[in-house]
């Protein structure tokens, strides 16, 4: 019993670290790298140690010692000491689907995936260059990138690489000057007179509003009736002409920054679908429709003029244009589309209780009614349900308006009750929604404060030992003149995983 249990066991070294169990324990996932372990013929396949019998892995063995558990238990879970990256790497590499993690680890698996969407989003890779003036913008790390680093890489980043077209390089410099103000100094000069138009532009729209600069004038319109012309006088405000001027200086600096970024964006039809884009767009338009509505007298012209008047108000949306220079406000943005669920919950529970606490106010409020009222309201405030629609909305947000109040001993208490589950309402989802906070804030200063990293080495051939190495593959290397590059590939690939998050 005993010999044929020494005959059935292994011995795995994983970084420095022994592990032994059994090969029967291995085979519990077929499919799977350790699985292969166990076959008769794994040390013709795998850097295998004759002498002390044991195979050997250049990997994570911290990691490792969690994946051999799932081989004994059948349960996955995640150690809380290892980034998500490095953990979704190590389950690539032994070759088992992070599917299988456990529900209880699933969400603290999945977190690092939302992390890098975040960092990526907060400067996409322009916040790293604070330092230096004349950094080029990084790219985007799609698959097109990665094969292109890959190939300056295996080149020696030659000039004959670099050059491309003319449109393609003066593309790549006109677009981060408009949308990546950390690119260079002359797109921070960019983002500062954004800045200043966009504060401007507010400022003018508040102004706007006020007497002093609406003066009441007189208007005459001249009218012809049965063959009489007929004169008739009217009084309405107009905004002073120094203000529209400032608004138009605005708009022409606002519609060349828009013409300028959506000709030379990368990819048109992203552009036009981003919210900002549309903000853009919205905001300048009504002002030239009304620039050019203004000279005709028509009774259909006066109809548009006086609606587009009344939509100038989209201009106010131009505020969200400073999320492209305030961190802090994508920060904001992503922990309100982060706590969508939280806040739809917090909807619904704020409904439930108006409902309940509306229609109790209700029936509360009539007793000790006049028995002579026939609709016993006389009384109260509370007509009907639907007016409790407000109170309760203004009692469980605590706000007390007092334009509304119970008046009966049964009404104040159903109030105080109302108010109490208002409290606890609104207090439930708050937390998640300040962890979200603050989970994204502390994202948005490590991609400011994160240096950029500058060498990039040529990874070398697999060794023994390493995690690409296989014996059977690198013979293969001989035969086929493609293996080479794939075996490149993985290795960047996998450290340029790494590299960026």
């Known amino acids: 019993m005993g010999l044929s249990d020494d005959k059935d066991r292994i011995v795995i070294n994983v970084g420095g670290i022994r592990h032994q169990t059994y090969r029967s324990t291995l085979r519990t996932l077929p499919g799977t790298r350790l699985s292969w372990l166990a076959e008769p013929d794994a040390p013709n396949h795998f850097d295998y140690d004759a002498k002390i019998e044991e195979f050997f892995f250049d990997r994570h063995p911290g990691v490792f010692a969690h994946i051999l558990n799932y081989y004994r238990t059948g349960k996955l879970h995640c150690p809380a000491d290892v980034c998500g990256p490095?953990?979704?790497?190590?389950?690539?590499?032994?070759?088992?689907?992070?599917?299988?993690?456990?529900?209880?680890?699933?969400?603290?698996?999945?977190?690092?995936?939302?992390?890098?969407?975040?960092?990526?989003?907060?400067?996409?890779?322009?916040?790293?260059?604070?330092?230096?003036?004349?950094?080029?913008?990084?790219?985007?790390?799609?698959e097109d990138d990665v094969?292109?680093?890959?190939?300056?890489?295996?080149?020696?980043?030659?000039?004959?690489v670099r050059s491309g077209t003319l449109w393609s390089r003066w593309q790549k410099h006109v677009w981060a000057l408009f949308e990546d103000p950390y690119s260079s100094k002359y797109a921070r000069w960019v983002a500062l007179a954004s800045l200043f138009f966009i504060l401007v532009s507010i400022t003018t729209f508040c102004l706007e509003t006020h007497e002093s600069f609406n003066p009441i004038i007189n208007r005459t319109e001249v009218e012809l009736v049965d063959n009489v012309t007929v004169e008739h006088t009217y009084q309405e405000p107009e905004t002073a002409a120094y203000l529209t001027y400032i608004e138009g200086v605005c708009v022409v600096w606002f519609t060349f920054e828009f013409l300028m970024r959506i000709t030379f964006c990368p990819n048109k039809f992203d552009f036009i679908r981003n919210a900002l884009n549309i903000i853009d767009f919205v905001a300048i338009l009504p002002f030239y429709l009304e620039v050019g509505l203004s000279g005709l007298s028509s009774k259909a012209a006066k109809d548009v003029l006086g609606f587009l008047r009344v939509v100038r108000f989209v201009r106010i949306l131009r505020i969200f244009?400073?999320?492209?220079?305030?961190?802090?406000?994508?920060?904001?943005?992503?922990?309100?589309?982060?706590?969508?669920?939280?806040?739809?919950?917090?909807?619904?529970?704020?409904?439930?209780?108006?409902?309940?606490?509306?229609?109790?106010?209700?029936?509360?409020?009539?007793?000790?009614?006049?028995?002579?009222?026939?609709?016993?309201?006389?009384?109260?405030?509370?007509?009907?349900?639907?007016?409790?629609?407000?109170?309760?909305?203004?009692?469980?947000?605590?706000?007390?308006?007092?334009?509304?109040?119970?008046?009966?001993?049964?009404?104040?208490?159903?109030?105080?009750?109302?108010?109490?589950?208002?409290?606890?309402?609104?207090?439930?989802?708050?937390?998640?929604?300040?962890?979200?906070?603050?989970?994204?804030?502390?994202?948005?200063?490590?991609?400011?404060?994160?240096?950029?990293?500058?060498?990039?080495?040529?990874?070398?051939?697999?060794?023994?030992?390493?995690?690409?190495?296989?014996?059977?593959?690198?013979?293969?290397?001989?035969?086929?003149?493609?293996?080479?590059?794939?075996?490149?590939?993985?290795?960047?690939?996998?450290?340029?995983?790494?590299?960026?998050?």
């Open 321 to 501: 244009k400073l999320t492209r220079h305030f961190v802090g406000l994508r920060v904001l943005g992503h922990t309100l589309r982060a706590s969508t669920n939280e806040f739809l919950l917090l909807i619904i529970f704020l409904a439930l209780g108006v409902l309940i606490f509306a229609t109790m106010i209700y029936y509360a409020e009539r007793i000790g009614a006049n028995p002579n009222d026939p609709r016993a309201s006389e009384h109260t405030q509370f007509k009907n349900i639907p007016i409790g629609f407000w109170w309760a909305v203004v009692t469980m947000t605590t706000l007390g308006y007092g334009d509304m109040y119970p008046q009966t001993t049964s009404g104040m208490l159903v109030g105080a009750l109302c108010a109490l589950a208002g409290v606890l309402t609104i207090a439930m989802p708050v937390p998640v929604i300040v962890n979200n906070f603050g989970m994204y804030y502390s994202l948005a200063m490590a991609k400011q404060k994160l240096p950029k990293k500058k060498n990039r080495h040529i990874p070398r051939a697999p060794q023994p030992g390493s995690p690409n190495f296989c014996k059977s593959s690198i013979s293969s290397q001989h035969q086929s003149p493609v293996a080479h590059d794939d075996v490149f590939e993985i290795n960047y690939k996998a450290g340029m995983s790494i590299f960026f998050f």
């Open 147 to 160: 094969d292109e680093m890959t190939r300056r890489l295996a080149h020696g980043d030659s000039p004959d």
């Open 86 to 142: 490095l953990y979704e790497e190590e389950l690539a590499f032994w070759g088992i689907d992070e599917t299988d993690v456990e529900p209880c680890c699933w969400m603290t698996y999945r977190q690092h995936r939302e992390a890098e969407e975040a960092l990526d989003s907060f400067g996409g890779g322009g916040l790293l260059d604070l330092g230096n003036d004349d950094a080029e913008p990084e790219q985007e790390h799609g």
